[in-house]
T-cell receptor, first 112, second 113 residues
């Protein structure tokens, strides 16, 4: 299984960039990296995903290393509303055991 | 689209009772997932379906848990008999395909006394 490792918690000053790291050293070639976040007790919300190239959308940027063994989610200008638990997961083909195992994620606190 | 709909939002029951959680996925999504979230273990995958067929139920904790998907628009997760350690938030999610993003419901907060 291509599981992920994330720091349990991080702080970030409001207005600064938040850089959330994730290790996925056992990722295989056909597995995507996904990021989700969960605010309070709501269901997780999709942020961004990628295979090998860096990706950017209106919410965040995803930087994947060339060897694909790690990635970084970047929130360019963190706000208080970005305080949440962030999950990095990998997703591969069905029946491979790699179907969205979330784990415990990184609890990000944005500080005023 | 109304998104993934789960019911009930909250369920309080006594140990030994049967509990049924319900989920309506987004129309057109062919994958459905059931997750359980606790403080200790985080968000755990219990089971997932593809085109109404259970594909992987290795996360189901024990025989007291069962899940069904009788059609493309409805799934249930049943616990019988329930125990206090089953207390958790249960989420249902659906996606359009293998590599597509998941859409989560609002969850069911289950308390077994």
């Amino acid at each position: 299984d291509a599981k992920t490792t994330q720091p349990p918690s991080m702080d970030c000053a409001e207005g600064r960039a938040a850089n959330l790291p994730c290790n996925h050293s056992t990722i295989s070639g056909n597995e995507y990296v996904y990021w989700y976040r969960q605010i309070h007790s709501q269901g997780p919300q999709y942020i961004i995903h990628g295979l090998k190239n860096n990706e950017t959308n209106e919410m965040a940027s995803l930087i994947i290393t060339e060897d694909r063994k790690s990635s970084t989610l970047i929130l360019p200008h963190a706000t208080l509303r970005d305080t949440a638990v962030y999950y990095c997961i990998v997703r591969g083909m069905p029946n491979t055991g790699n179907q969205f195992y979330f784990g415990t994620g990184t609890s990000l606190t944005v500080i005023p | 689209d109304a998104g993934v709909i789960q019911s009930p939002r909250h369920e309080v029951t006594e140990m030994g009772q049967e509990v049924t959680l319900r989920c309506k996925p987004i129309s057109g999504h062919d994958y459905l997932f059931w997750y359980r979230q606790t403080m200790m273990r985080g968000l755990e995958l219990l089971i997932y379906f593809n085109n109404n067929v259970p594909i992987d139920d290795s996360g189901m904790p024990e025989d007291r848990f069962s899940a069904k998907m009788p059609n493309a628009s409805f799934s249930t997760l049943k616990i019988q008999p329930s125990e206090p350690r089953d207390s958790a938030v249960y989420f249902c999610a659906s996606s359009r395909g293998v590599y597509e993003k998941l859409f989560f419901g609002s969850g069911t907060q289950l308390s077994v006394l």
